[in-house]
């Protein structure tokens, strides 16, 4: 018992003597217990911004569909002036309302020779951002080619078309947004990739792979452009009742199959996944970095697998 107490009181002696050279090692770095230099706390009423305007400005090349449309519309609320592509109808007006200035880009789409994958797609929002405001703070990024098959039917054509548009198109909007941000010194990047990348749908391999690349390629973005205070992060999504989801999924009967296999037991709507994604764009939060926010309804957590076709 004696020799059990002395090793306890030995180890509690180790422990102190430990955590004092730890306390040491920080007072010789600098760590006091208060805020370094670069600590930056955003005034919660008052957030910076790269524009020259004094209002803050974001980004959002898909404002017709997934979270664009009520991500531009909480923005707009908080006073945000924007540069978007292909709105919604109604959008820029029901912004404007609020008070916020809109700049619509036009010559970029969804699918075709002017879509993400082209590396002159990113950059004209860039340049009217630039152009129209002396700058941006917050750029969030849609790409997107769905068509995919497994590892037995997989071509390379639909590989290559995978490969440029869920892979190559987050390489060139990292490369068009981040150069003014760390030049500035500041800065929060969100791009929309899948929640596929983390579990995979096997009969859609190139479409999971790529988003898998992509989610890394973030990563390694996020440690470059971190010492420059700007944020990079990924956000993966899955299973969103955006419009259209019902032709998208082949009816409202294939939809009920897929959300049976989600554990909420339904599709995620875009109001909610946008909600989740303003801390990463609104400038109040500049720690979080690298990551990949998987968002499903908790299917990336189911044992079994979906199989579309």
């Known amino acids: 018992m004696k020799d059990e107490q002395a090793n306890d009181a030995m180890g509690r002696r180790r422990f102190l003597a430990a955590a004092g050279g730890i306390a040491a090692a920080s007072a010789g770095l ?10 930056v706390i955003p005034d919660q009423d008052d957030v910076w911004t790269n524009s020259n305007t004094g209002r803050r400005v974001i980004l959002i090349n898909d404002a017709k569909l997934q979270i664009g ?3 531009a519309r909480n ?6 002036d924007m540069v978007i592509a292909q709105p919604e109808d109604g959008l820029v007006e029901e912004c404007e309302s609020h008070g916020s200035n809109v700049v619509v880009i036009d010559g970029v789409e969804q699918e075709g020779p002017n879509d993400e994958s ?16 002396g700058g941006f703070d917050s750029a969030y990024f849609r790409t997107a080619h769905h068509a995919g098959n497994d590892i037995l039917n997989s071509t390379t054509e639909g590989l290559q078309a995978s490969f440029e548009s869920n892979f190559l198109a987050v390489i060139y909007a990292l490369q068009a947004v981040l150069p003014h941000m760390m030049e500035k010194g500041r800065g929060q990047v969100l791009i929309l990739t899948s ?14 792979a790529m988003r898998a690349a992509a989610n890394h390629a973030i990563q390694c973005a996020s ?16 299973f969103l009742n955006y419009p ?12 009920d199959h897929v959300a049976s296999f989600i554990p909420v037991g339904r599709f995620g709507e875009p109001e909610e996944m946008a909600h989740m994604a303003m801390p990463l764009l609104d400038g109040k939060n500049m720690y979080t970095t690298g990551q990949t926010f998987m968002i499903a309804g908790g299917y990336n957590h189911r044992y079994d697998n979906l199989k579309f076709t």
């Open 75 to 80: 923005f707009a609320k908080l006073g945000y």
């Open 244 to 255: 259209d989801a019902v032709n998208a999924y082949g009816g409202k009967e294939a939809m």
């Open 118 to 133: 082209n590396p002159a797609h990113a950059k004209k929002f860039v340049d009217a951002a630039i152009s129209n405001f």
């Open 223 to 238: 440690m470059t452009a971190a010492p420059k205070g700007v944020c990079v992060n990924a956000f993966g999504t899955n």
């Open 30 to 39: 600098g760590m006091t217990g208060e805020a370094s230099a670069n600590t």
């Open 69 to 71: 449309p009520p991500l």
């Open 195 to 208: 929640a596929s990348a983390d579990k995979p749908l096997y009969d859609f391999l190139g479409y999971s």
